[in-house]
């Protein structure tokens, strides 16, 4: 018999230790973020603008998950 207690939903896993390639990537894409976000906060507010992301990103415009491409 096994005398290990089965794992219930409550119970989490402990996290598993990450690679140091997977800590640099996690750093790089925290740096590249912020950069982003500091371009973003230097660039005036648009008035008066649908809001949102820029809608030309994929090539067509979005609102609401509906999509109309000119």
Excluded: C, H, N, V
């Amino acid at each position: 018999m096994d005398d290990a207690k089965p794992q219930t939903d409550l119970e989490t896993p402990a996290p598993k230790e990450l690679s140091p390639a997977a800590k640099r990537a996690l750093a790089e894409a925290e740096a590249r973020r912020e950069a982003y976000e500091a371009q973003q906060a230097k660039l005036p507010r648009e008035i008066g603008g649908r809001g949102g992301k820029e809608p030309g990103r994929y090539g067509d415009w979005e609102i609401k998950g509906l999509t109309s491409d000119f």
